[in-house]
């Protein structure tokens, strides 16, 4: 774990640790037992980075995973730019939370997809003799959740997603205060 504070100084460190470790992960023709977890928070201030973004579409293969912590969209276009997508894409999990700017929300509304909602309507011609009433029942698309609605989640509120399954708006937990957890992390 490096501080925050120390991040600018040791960058490139951190950067030379990250490539090389994939590097000889892709190297060896063994694959580990339990997969390795790549856990890269402040992911965007690593920089561009080529072995990660190989690593995104080929290294499950070689028992690497990668979990890139980001706080928005923005991030992740302004270092990979056009190849954004590739994390996107190959992720075997999205989740989001705590989202506040209106692009991020928007391309999660839109991964979210929409749903079907009918109603009906009514109506009566009154230049006619005939008084009758009218029914008639209308099908429209709206989104499962708008990018305001997105923007608005509770704070222990989280939505996954998971490769080949619907979302999942999911209970965020809380580790530190999980009685399951206690003692598995420093408190500090």
């Given at each position: 774990?490096?501080?925050p504070?120390?991040?600018?100084?040791?960058?490139?460190?951190?950067r030379?640790?990250?490539?090389?470790?994939?590097?000889?992960?892709?190297?060896?023709?063994?694959?580990?037992?339990?997969?390795?977890?790549y856990?890269?928070?402040?992911?965007?201030s690593?920089g561009?980075?080529?072995?990660?973004?190989?690593?995104?579409?080929?290294?499950?293969?070689?028992?690497?995973?990668?979990?890139?912590?980001?706080q928005?969209?923005?991030?992740?276009?302004?270092?990979?730019?056009?190849?954004?997508?590739?994390?996107?894409?190959?992720?075997g999990?999205?989740?989001?939370?705590?989202?506040?700017?209106?692009?991020?929300?928007r391309?999660?509304?839109?991964?979210?997809?929409?749903?079907?909602?009918?109603?009906?309507?009514?109506?009566?011609?009154?230049?006619?003799?005939?008084?009758?009433?009218?029914?008639?029942?209308?099908?429209?698309?709206?989104?499962?959740?708008?990018?305001?609605?997105?923007?608005?989640?509770?704070?222990?509120?989280?939505?996954?997603?998971?490769?080949?399954?619907?979302?999942?708006?999911?209970?965020?937990?809380?580790?530190?205060?999980?009685?399951?957890?206690?003692?598995?992390?420093?408190?500090?």
């Amino acid at each position: 774990v490096l501080p925050p504070d120390r991040l600018s100084a040791y960058s490139r460190w951190l950067r030379l640790l990250v490539a090389q470790s994939l590097t000889e992960m892709a190297r060896d023709p063994k694959k580990p037992a339990v997969p390795v977890l790549y856990l890269l928070d402040e992911f965007a201030s690593l920089g561009h980075l080529a072995p990660v973004e190989r690593a995104m579409g080929l290294m499950a293969g070689y028992g690497v995973q990668l979990w890139p912590i980001l706080q928005d969209i923005h991030q992740l276009r302004a270092t990979y730019e056009k190849r954004a997508g590739t994390f996107l894409s190959n992720a075997g999990v999205l989740q989001v939370f705590g989202v506040n700017d209106h692009e991020s929300a928007r391309l999660i509304s839109d991964l979210l997809g929409q749903e079907t909602v009918v109603f009906q309507t009514m109506g009566r011609n009154l230049d006619s003799e005939d008084l009758g009433i009218s029914l008639s029942q209308q099908h429209t698309a709206r989104a499962l959740m708008t990018p305001d609605e997105v923007r608005n989640l509770p704070k222990e509120v989280e939505l996954l997603f998971l490769a080949g399954q619907r979302p999942i708006v999911a209970a965020k937990l809380a580790y530190y205060a999980d009685p399951e957890f206690k003692g598995s992390f420093d408190p500090s």
